[in-house]
């Protein structure tokens, strides 16, 4: 990335950080906050965030919306130690709907109630723990660190669903979208646009097939096959595919006729296989973990950068390259349905076992109990130099 790309973007981001020391409208939103905060519960599970930046908020608030809902989800009290560089702007996109739900303040000399066994304790890498922490309550660091290893005492982060699917609780109803009918042999959604998809990023840094040549191998490979093409360009025209049966592959271009939040879930699930495309600047992308919780089989090129890995012909279709994109699509298109149904139940499992929030809140305190492990790696997946965080 040229240089000048690179020192622009250190410097939005200095300038976010420490922005809300400098204006009024921060200090404002600070103030309703505090206004807005409950008692913490005197029983039951909490979480205590003991952030002191913006700095876990990520792009849009998403990485904290995460952090914050896979608790939650999993039935935790959010707390909050009453640091102004964090809490000064909570009507940061994604990290808004956070504080649109029950949460506490403690400040940092106060002593946390209760059991330490209701507690778990999250501190931010840059910021001293919360001294009067319980000794007995589980504590992690949360690290930003990127390279290219995960170290004895770290947790791998998992990847997780787009916010909105949160928001709508769209993740509460995997169980009857599992038993959709599967009406599309395969399937894209989301963006393409090829200025934004072709990246140098996902292409050289990770040697991974960028989207816009995934989805140009896609429809070259369908082709071939006397299969069926479907691109619908108006949202009348979607409402007439969904119940119409594809042998073959169905195209949604956001650029065309964008799904809305609400049916994005269902959509995915009329579909057999779905083709994972990469992101923008790293291979890492939601769709791929949505596939998975619905029992809709990826095609992915990246399934190694989760924690543990797919596994090809067991819970996804795996390829390297493009000739390997290519032959895993002929896979796919001539699996019996017999065999796609175990790799569906086996990707429903994966989703169950390590990417829904209850079971990542299990693993995280088990690996704790029984590694010793301390530390959060919330971006397990970048490889340096190979997007920002």
Known sequence: ??????????????????????????????????NHQQPIPEHGKKVLFNLGSTRVDGPQGRRFYNLHTYF????????????????????????????????????????????PH??????????????????????FTLSLNVNEWLAPNEFPWPFPLFPGVYQRGQD?????????????????????????YDTDWVRTVYGRV?????????????????????EPNSGEQLSHWEHQAVKGAVFIRNECCKIQVEQWLATLARARFFFACPGVRYPMSHNAVEALAVGTVPIIEYG?????????????LGFNGEEGLRQAIERALAMPIDEWETLSKNAIRYYEDYAKPEAVIHNLLEAQRQDGVDTIKLVPFLKRGGGHI
């Open 118 to 139: 209701d507690w778990v304790i999250i501190n931010e890498q840059s910021l001293p723990s919360v001294a009067v922490a319980m000794a007995n309550a589980p504590s």
């Open 172 to 196: 509460l109803q995997l169980e009857e979208l599992r038993r959709q009918p599967r009406l599309w042999d395969c399937f894209f959604g989301g963006q393409s646009a090829a200025n934004k």
């Open 210 to 230: 960028t989207r816009k040549r995934y989805l140009e191998i896609a429809k070259e490979t369908v082709q071939s096959h006397p299969a069926a093409i479907v």
């Open 72 to 115: 939650t989800r999993a039935g935790y009290h959010p707390v909050f130690v009453n640091h102004y560089g964090f809490l000064a702007n909570p009507k940061n996109n994604f990290k808004a709907a956070c504080f649109e739900q029950p949460f506490s303040l403690i400040e940092a000399e106060e002593r946390l109630p209760g059991d």
């Open 304 to 316: 190694d950068d989760f924690y543990p890995a797919l596994e090809d012909g067991v819970n996804c």
């Open 1 to 34: 990335m040229p240089t000048f790309k690179v020192l622009g973007r250190h410097l939005d981001k200095t300038w976010r950080r420490y922005r809300p020391f400098l204006s009024p409208k921060f200090r404002d939103a600070y103030a309703s906050l505090i």
